[in-house]
């Protein structure tokens, strides 16, 4: 079983939909990151958080420790928004022993 | 907000030569850089963690005579895949990790490089 487990793997959507992408993880960890990867692969970074909630726009993350869960999602969504998006967790106690683990990614397409 | 850079975005090279990937943080100084592999379809996996100075850390089953590691100055890395060959092809990554003088702390991605071994 994976430490970072990503739910649903390809997802689907018309505009204007309000997206969930979820993300469970199995390890203690310091933040959890989403992050953006568009096609070519270049990778931006969404949120950081340890705990509560964050929002960006149209994006919101939020995260329940206790249950190690985190949720994205994108409200109105746009075909614009069509990427993959990655849920890594960080642990360690910072400088060579900080690292993250990163789940698959879910494929977001929003169609038009 | 900050940007790391890597160069080149793509490279195609023959089978036994050696590949350099630069990657830079153009507006912050990072005591800490990672290279991540990334294979089709799948999750990006951490090959060495560098801090400026000192040599890499390296992950289980990464050779690290294959794939060299120099963080010469807080604002560049460098990795070298040394005698590619078509099983090293794949997407390499380098993020940095600046910490700020508050002990607020993010880490930054490249947008990455392609490497094609022939």
């Known amino acids: 079983k994976n430490e970072v487990e990503q739910s649903p793997q390809n997802l689907t959507a018309q505009e204007g939909e309000f997206i969930t992408i979820n993300c469970s993880y199995s390890?203690?960890?310091?933040?959890l990151h989403w992050l953006q990867q568009h096609p070519g692969g270049g990778i931006v970074s969404l949120f950081m958080?340890?705990?509560g909630k964050k929002k960006h726009g149209r994006l919101i993350a939020t995260i329940n420790i206790q249950e190690k869960h985190s949720s994205l999602h994108i409200t109105a969504s746009h075909p614009r928004d069509s990427a993959v998006y990655i849920c890594?967790?960080?642990?360690?106690?910072?400088?060579?022993?900080?690292?993250?683990?990163f789940g698959k990614g879910t494929l977001l397409t929003v169609n038009p | 907000g900050a940007v790391v850079s890597q160069h080149p975005s793509w490279v195609i090279c023959k089978s036994g030569t050696s590949v350099k990937i630069e990657c830079r943080s153009l507006?912050?100084?990072?005591?800490?850089m990672f290279w991540y592999r990334q294979f089709p379809k799948q999750s990006l996996m951490l090959m060495a963690t560098?801090?400026?100075?000192?040599?890499?850390?390296?992950e289980q089953g990464v050779e690290k005579d294959k794939f060299l590691i120099n963080h010469a100055s807080l604002t560049l890395s460098t990795l070298t895949v040394t005698s590619a060959h078509p099983e090293d092809s794949s997407f390499y990554i380098c993020?940095?990790?600046?910490?700020?003088?508050?002990?607020?702390?993010?880490?930054?991605f490249g947008p990455g490089t392609r490497l094609t071994v022939l």
């Open positions: 993020s940095a990790w600046r910490l700020g003088a508050s002990s607020y702390n993010e880490q930054f």
């Open positions: 390890v203690g960890i310091s933040a």
């Open positions: 958080l340890s705990s």
């Open positions: 890594a967790v960080r642990s360690g106690s910072g400088g060579s022993n900080y690292k993250l683990t």
């Open positions: 507006d912050f100084q990072a005591t800490t």
């Open positions: 560098s801090n400026e100075g000192s040599k890499a850390t390296y």
